[in-house]
């Protein structure tokens, strides 16, 4: 369903957005959203999660609870997700009641690697060669040229959980029944000279805006660096990238805030990895280097306001904190990292999502380092990983 525009204001009770999910990206959501002058009410089975701790209300429920959904009908004006596997039914619930974006097709596209790549091909966007892997005959019929190649389970994964490198078909047998024989897509190892993401965000309207195109490193399959603008990318393929991530999100006739992963390999061709039907980790940085960040942008998409070309006012290096970064070698218990020294370099800008409990490769927070120039922003970087003992990059 859609409607005007929802506008803010200050007036009890306040229009409020609802968002599906109360992780750190919903809490991101909400601090855009209640500093324009929304309400925001979270649901999520945690309440007291990163975002459930400072939204106007909390909805305690599983996803697939029919009340939740009522219940969050009943306090807020429009609903957007902070994370693709919410259900199908729930945001097709929602959407029969209140404008509710992105739209269910588009988070279902983006919820299956295997549904996710037919798309890439439909819309002209080269993806890496990839076959599924769903029964025996399957296996069989893997063809030689994906290996060596990454199994990767179709849905449920993120930050490299469910992917297996293989090199030979018996390797390929065992990672797959060590994943539960669970629906795969087998990918061919891409030989990567750079990663590099898009964030675009399509209005009701039509209309398209996009945040600077992001240099990303990542660790162990999770992202570990963020550079804007990207420093190692041509403006050529940059141009490439930003072209497909439009014309993706036009093919879905998608409202709200869409990042497209891509790879630029090593013989020069751009290939698009995967989709994230929300805000992501990758454009973190838009929040202190932007004037529009991309939460902001989830709350003009939701709420129907104007779209307009994001400004990136100071170059900006982002960098991940993972739960990895409370424990001091040879030290059993968290301690906490030393802030002082980090937020004592110019330009640093420190977000923690409010997680009480550290664990290795758990998303904790993340920094940004902006600066007058982006050689600058790297220098000051640096510092912060010697600081905080995180590898250089
Ligand atoms: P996310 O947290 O981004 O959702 P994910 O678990 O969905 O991660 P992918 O983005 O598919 O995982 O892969 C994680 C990382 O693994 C990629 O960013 C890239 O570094 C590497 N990778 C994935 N697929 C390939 C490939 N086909 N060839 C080479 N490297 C790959
Ligand atoms: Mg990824």
Same mark, same amino acid.
Request: charged share 20%.
């Given at each position: 369903?859609?409607r005007?525009?929802?506008?803010?204001?200050a007036?009890?009770?306040?229009?409020?957005?609802?968002?599906?999910?109360?992780?750190?990206?919903?809490?991101?959501?909400?601090?855009?959203?209640?500093?324009?002058?929304?309400?925001?009410?979270?649901?999520?089975?945690?309440?007291?999660?990163?975002?459930?701790?400072?939204?106007?209300?909390?909805?305690?429920?599983?996803?697939?609870d029919?009340?939740?959904?009522?219940?969050?009908?009943?306090?807020?004006?429009?609903?957007?997700?902070?994370?693709?596997?919410?259900?199908?039914?729930?945001?097709?619930?929602?959407?029969?009641?209140?404008?509710?974006?992105?739209?269910?097709?588009a988070?279902?596209?983006?919820?299956?690697?295997?549904?996710?790549?037919?798309?890439?091909?439909?819309?002209?966007?080269?993806?890496?060669?990839?076959?599924?892997?769903?029964?025996?005959?399957?296996?069989?019929?893997?063809?030689?040229?994906?290996l060596?190649?990454?199994l990767?389970?179709?849905?449920?994964?993120?930050?490299?959980?469910?992917?297996?490198?293989?090199? &030979? *078909? +018996?390797?390929?047998?065992?990672?797959?029944?060590? =994943?539960?024989? /669970? !629906?795969? #897509?087998?990918?061919? $190892?891409?030989?990567?000279?750079l990663?590099?993401?898009?964030?675009?965000?399509?209005?009701?309207?039509?209309?398209?805006?996009?945040?600077?195109?992001?240099?990303?490193?990542?660790r162990?399959?999770?992202?570990?660096?963020?550079?804007?603008?990207?420093?190692?990318?041509?403006?050529?393929?940059?141009?490439?990238?930003?072209?497909?991530?439009?014309?993706?999100?036009?093919?879905?006739?998608?409202?709200?805030v869409?990042?497209?992963?891509?790879?630029?390999?090593a013989?020069?061709?751009?290939?698009?990895?995967?989709?994230?039907?929300?805000?992501?980790?990758?454009?973190?940085?838009?929040?202190?280097?932007?004037?529009?960040?991309q939460?902001?942008?989830?709350v003009?998409?939701l709420?129907?306001?104007?779209?307009?070309?994001?400004?990136?006012? &100071? *170059? +900006?290096?982002?960098?991940?904190?993972?739960?990895? =970064?409370?424990? /001091? !070698?040879? #030290?059993?218990?968290? $301690?906490?990292?030393?802030?002082?020294?980090?937020?004592?370099?110019?330009?640093?800008?420190?977000?923690?999502?409010?997680?009480?409990?550290?664990?290795?490769?758990?998303?904790?927070?993340?920094?940004?380092?902006?600066?007058?120039?982006?050689?600058?922003?790297?220098r000051?970087?640096?510092?912060?990983?010697?600081?905080?003992?995180?590898?250089?990059?």
């Amino acid at each position: 369903m859609t409607r005007g525009p929802l506008l803010p204001d200050a007036a009890e009770p306040l229009p409020t957005l609802g968002v599906l999910g109360g992780g750190q990206l919903g809490r991101m959501f909400a601090h855009a959203a209640q500093a324009a002058g929304y309400g925001v009410a979270v649901l999520d089975p945690d309440p007291a999660g990163p975002a459930g701790q400072l939204a106007q209300r909390q909805i305690a429920a599983a996803y697939d609870d029919p009340a939740g959904w009522a219940a969050l009908a009943s306090c807020c004006q429009a609903v957007t997700t902070e994370f693709e596997n919410v259900p199908a039914q729930a945001m097709d619930w929602l959407a029969q009641r209140l404008p509710v974006s992105p739209p269910a097709a588009a988070v279902a596209i983006c919820q299956d690697r295997a549904r996710e790549k037919a798309f890439f091909e439909r819309a002209g966007v080269p993806c890496a060669p990839h076959a599924p892997l769903c029964r025996d005959a399957d296996l069989a019929a893997v063809p030689d040229r994906l290996l060596p190649g990454i199994l990767k389970t179709a849905a449920l994964g993120y930050d490299g959980k469910g992917q297996v490198a293989v090199d &030979s *078909p +018996a390797a390929l047998a065992a990672a797959w029944a060590a =994943l539960g024989r /669970a !629906p795969c #897509v087998l990918e061919q $190892r891409l030989s990567l000279r750079l990663e590099l993401s898009v964030i675009v965000a399509r209005g009701r309207d039509g209309a398209i805006v996009q945040l600077p195109v992001q240099q990303n490193l990542h660790r162990d399959g999770i992202l570990a660096v963020t550079q804007a603008p990207a420093p190692d990318l041509p403006a050529e393929v940059a141009a490439q990238a930003v072209d497909a991530a439009r014309r993706l999100a036009a093919a879905m006739d998608y409202v709200g805030v869409l990042c497209v992963e891509f790879f630029w390999l090593a013989d020069g061709r751009l290939v698009a990895n995967e989709m994230a039907p929300r805000p992501h980790n990758s454009g973190h940085y838009s929040i202190d280097a932007c004037d529009v960040s991309q939460f902001d942008l989830q709350v003009r998409t939701l709420a129907g306001l104007p779209l307009v070309m994001p400004r990136q006012h &100071s *170059p +900006a290096v982002m960098l991940n904190l993972l739960g990895d =970064l409370w424990f /001091a !070698p040879g #030290v059993g218990a968290p $301690r906490t990292p030393p802030w002082d020294r980090v937020l004592a370099l110019p330009g640093a800008r420190l977000h923690l999502y409010g997680k009480a409990e550290p664990r290795r490769a758990r998303k904790m927070g993340h920094l940004t380092l902006t600066a007058a120039t982006a050689s600058e922003a790297r220098r000051v970087a640096l510092q912060a990983c010697a600081l905080l003992g995180l590898p250089a990059f």
